[in-house]
């Protein structure tokens, strides 16, 4: 029930508030996530195998890394409308089979224009089953559980990135294309697995049928959605420079060797992934989910000035990145954990969708952002567009206080 003074929802009496039957289930949804992210993390582990076999620019290589945010940005709202219509369970399990047939496809490419259209096949996927497992979740775990796993959903994405990071000093061993077939197969397991695991019953409010242009407009339209959304976009903008420029800071400027800068690299995103589980546990605590996205963009802001400063070692700049990854991760699980709150039911995954949408949006916006400003200025002005960032989200964070039911 949503009380129209605040906008915010009541959320319905919980059945229970002890643990719930049904965590197997939500950590296999929360597997679904670290597969699919991972189709995203492979091609930036595999990024120095394709310039030397196939002969590639860096603009063509982060072509083909970028597929994946272009769809995103383009298409995610779009996407959460057509799964809301599919229904949640056969999303899921179409989008991994996408998924698994594009990396396959990718596979047997031998130039750049097979590998950047599997890569679109893959996109697809991802965000056909990206969209939808946050209100699967959301359906089938009961209790205080319901919050622990929503919010711990925001760790899909840097789990699975990293794991692949880790793949980086060992890769050249077995070659980028095993590492393609590889994923391919896992996605198509986990297909199998879905249509075994979830029952054939399981709705989730995506199901409902509607008007794709009368929900896009109430999306839209809804102030909590777009707060959410915001809040996100500049949560990405803020990750993927930190996150994004790493590797760069820790070779070109400090002279670290690539594998020793792709462990430190998947060791600070591990952090953040650390942080979204902790959102989820602080969620199912009743710690304020405003509180944690306030947090987060606290942390970049009293951290970016020290880790972009001249004349720091390279230890204390991935241990700094580390910490400020780390804390971030509050925002994602808090944001995810929050949309079923506030959010009407017939109008979450479209939000899913939407908040998806901006996460690509700052994914493009913040190294592009970044680049220009070390461009003019050297490193040490990066946090300019980190504070202006921080500003924005702290913004939407105190926006959101009331609206967040206790």
């Known amino acids: 029930m949503q009380d129209a003074s605040t906008g915010r929802i009541h959320p319905a009496p919980e059945e229970t508030s002890g643990p ?59 996407t959460g409308l057509v799964a809301r219509r599919m229904g949640a369970r056969r999303s899921l399990v179409l989008g991994m089979i996408v998924m698994s047939a594009g990396s396959l496809l990718g596979a047997a490419a031998e130039g750049p224009a097979l590998l950047i259209a599997s890569r679109i096949l893959e996109g697809v996927g991802f965000l056909g089953v990206v969209v939808v497992i946050p209100d699967l979740l959301n359906t089938v775990v009961r209790g205080k559980d319901r919050l622990l796993f929503i919010g711990m959903w925001g760790c899909f994405m840097p789990t699975g990135t990293a794991l692949m990071l880790l793949l980086g000093p060992v890769l050249p061993t077995f070659g980028w294309r095993a590492l393609w077939l590889s994923q391919s197969a896992v996605a198509l397991l986990y297909a199998l697995a879905a249509m075994m695991i979830l029952p054939a019953a399981t709705k989730s409010t995506a199901s409902s049928q509607g008007d794709f ?40 400027a400090l002279g670290l060797s690539i594998a020793s800068a792709s462990l430190l690299t998947a060791a600070s995103v591990f952090a953040n992934a650390i942080g979204n589980i902790a959102a989820g546990i602080l969620s199912r605590l009743s710690f304020p989910l405003w509180a944690s996205m306030a947090i987060a963009f606290g942390a970049y802001a009293v951290t970016a000035p020290l880790i972009y400063s001249a004349g720091l070692p390279a230890g204390w700049v991935a241990i700094l990145t580390g910490l400020a990854l780390g804390i971030a991760g509050l925002a994602p699980g808090s944001i995810f954990a929050a949309v079923p709150r506030i959010v009407a039911p017939e109008l979450v995954t479209p939000t899913i969708g939407l908040i998806q949408q901006t996460s690509n949006v700052g994914q493009f916006v ?26 924005c989200g702290l913004w939407a964070s105190f926006q959101l206080r009331t609206r967040l039911p206790a």
Do not use: C
């Open 366 to 391: 913040g190294p592009i952002a970044a680049g220009f400003v070390v461009h003019g200025f050297g490193w040490p002005a990066v946090p300019i567009v980190i504070f202006a960032a921080a500003a």
């Open 20 to 78: 719930s039957r049904h965590r197997p289930l939500a950590l296999f949804l929360l597997l679904g996530g670290i597969i699919s992210s991972a189709q995203l993390g492979k091609a930036i582990v595999a990024m120095p195998l394709l310039q030397s076999e196939m002969a590639l620019g860096i603009d063509v290589v982060s072509l083909i890394i970028a597929t994946f945010a272009t769809l995103g940005a383009t298409l995610g709202m779009g």
């Open 213 to 252: 242009l009368r929900v896009a407009r109430l999306v839209l339209g809804d102030r909590n959605s777009r707060l959410l959304a915001l809040v996100f976009g500049v949560y990405a903008v803020q990750y993927f420079i930190l996150a994004g420029f790493l590797p760069v800071i820790l070779v070109g």
